[in-house]
C-alpha cells in the first residue's frame, strides 16, 4: 500500500523565483508518484509520473519532479514561476487495486506578480 | 467534445432525494473513474469501471451509492435519500487503462443538499 502526505497547506512564492510543493510517500515495494494541478473551475490535470528510472521527472508546462528514495520525497518544482501557475497542487499515488488513486490534501500555490 | 463531459455541473437538492451524476468518457478509454471532493480536501476514490463492469467499487461510503455504465461509454453515478455529508464535487476522470495513474478529469458535478 501507498500513502502520500503533503506537508504545506499554502506557498506563496515572487513570480520568476523558483517553486517547490512538497510530497512526502510512504510505501511498501517500489512507488508509483504523480503530480497532479487544479486550476481554479477547471477539472484536475495530470502533471507527471514517477514508475522507475531517472529521479528527475520532467511534465507539463515547465514542471518536475525529483524522486529522492532516501529521504521519500518527491517534490515538485520550477525554476521560474509564473504568476499563471497559481492552482491547487496535489500529489497521488496508487493503493489498493492499483487503481485507485490516492491524493494527498493538497497545495494551494500563490505566485505573487 | 474532446474532454471529459459531466453534468449536471451543479446540482441542488433537499436531503432525502435522489440523485444522478451522469459522465461521458474521452472516446476510446476503456477505463472509468468517480471521484468524491469535499471541500478543502483532495479526490476520494468511489468506483473503478473497466468497459462495463465495476473492477473496483470499494469506495462507495454505503448502499445509498450505486454507478452504472451499461454501455461502456457513459456512466452515471447514483445516490439515493442524499444526505447533507453528500455534498461534494464529484469528478469523474477516464483513462487507457495501461496508462496507470494518467486520468483525464471532468470538471465535476457540484452537489448541495440542503
Known amino acids: 500500500a501507498q500513502s502520500v502526505a503533503q506537508p504545506e497547506d499554502q506557498v506563496n512564492v515572487a513570480e520568476g523565483n523558483p517553486l517547490t510543493v512538497k510530497c512526502t510517500y510512504s510505501v511498501s515495494g517500489n512507488p508509483y508518484l504523480f503530480w497532479y494541478v487544479q486550476y481554479p473551475n477547471r477539472g484536475l490535470q495530470f502533471l507527471l509520473k514517477y514508475i522507475t528510472g531517472d529521479n528527475l521527472v520532467k511534465g507539463s508546462y515547465g514542471f518536475e519532479a525529483e524522486f529522492n528514495k532516501s529521504q521519500t520525497s518527491f517534490h515538485l518544482k520550477k525554476p521560474s514561476a509564473l504568476v499563471s501557475d497559481s492552482a491547487l497542487y496535489f500529489c497521488?499515488?496508487?493503493?489498493?487495486?492499483?487503481?485507485?488513486?490516492?491524493f494527498g490534501s493538497g497545495t494551494q500555490l500563490t505566485v505573487l506578480p | 467534445g474532446a474532454g471529459v463531459s459531466q453534468t449536471p455541473s451543479n446540482k441542488v437538492t433537499e436531503k432525502g432525494k435522489y440523485v444522478e451524476l451522469r459522465c461521458d468518457p474521452i472516446s476510446g478509454h476503456t477505463a472509468l473513474y468517480w471521484y468524491r471532493q469535499s471541500l478543502g480536501q483532495g479526490p476520494e476514490f468511489l468506483i473503478y469501471?473497466?468497459?462495463?463492469?465495476?473492477?473496483?467499487d470499494s469506495g462507495l461510503p454505503n448502499d445509498r451509492f450505486f454507478a452504472v455504465r451499461p454501455e461502456g461509454s457513459v456512466s452515471t453515478l447514483k445516490i439515493q435519500r442524499t444526505e447533507r455529508g453528500d455534498s461534494a464535487v464529484y469528478l469523474c476522470?477516464?483513462?487507457?487503462?495501461?496508462?496507470?495513474?494518467?486520468?483525464?478529469f471532468g470538471e465535476g458535478s457540484r452537489l448541495t443538499v440542503l
Open positions: 469501471f473497466q468497459g462495463t463492469g465495476a473492477a473496483d
Open positions: 476522470a477516464s483513462s487507457f487503462p495501461q496508462l496507470t495513474g494518467e486520468l483525464f
Open positions: 497521488a499515488s496508487p493503493s489498493g487495486s492499483a487503481r485507485q488513486l490516492t
